[in-house]
């Protein structure tokens, strides 16, 4: 899947969403985190309107909450998906740097001094991330938060 992109969206209990994929990869991905840190989102914290998610037919960029005028694209999802349900801690560590930091992947690379062929292996869970990558990942964090 070059971008990520939904064919359709399920509001769960819990501030949840079962996002498909037309790559018919399924994923469950909680917001209930991102409330705090990202205030645009409030308005989502009333179960009845965060039930209303939806995904426009014929789109699938995003999910979104029109009569909120709250959108969120479906490759921030992905990452955020890739992360929450990664196997291993260093690839959690990977996808959620990558999210976070809205990092896209030659970004990625070039803050790592890295392919992005390599970043894409990573992403896609086509090779495992190692303990160093997750590491850089943190040290990057924190240089970039030291920085005036």
């Not at 209930?32 to 989102?41: I, N, Q």
């Not at 909120?68 to 560590?93: F, K, P, S, Y």
């Amino acid at each position: 899947m070059k971008r990520p992109r939904l064919l359709e969206v399920q509001a769960l209990p819990g501030y949840r969403l079962r996002l498909m994929f037309v790559d018919s990869s399924v994923y469950t991905v909680s917001l209930a985190d991102a409330f705090d840190k990202f205030p645009g989102l409030a308005p989502l914290r009333d179960p009845q309107v965060f039930a209303q998610a939806c995904v426009i037919e014929g789109e699938g960029w995003t999910v979104e909450w029109p009569e909120q005028d709250i959108q969120i694209g479906a490759d921030t999802l992905w990452l955020d998906a890739r992360a929450q349900n990664a196997v291993d801690e260093n690839t959690r560590i990977f996808m959620q740097w990558r999210s976070e930091n809205a990092l896209t992947l030659p970004q990625a690379a070039k803050a790592l001094g890295m392919t992005v062929r390599t970043m894409s292996a990573y992403g896609t869970g086509e090779r495992p991330v190692p303990r160093y990558v997750a590491l850089a990942c943190k040290g990057w964090e924190a240089e970039q938060h030291t920085r005036p």
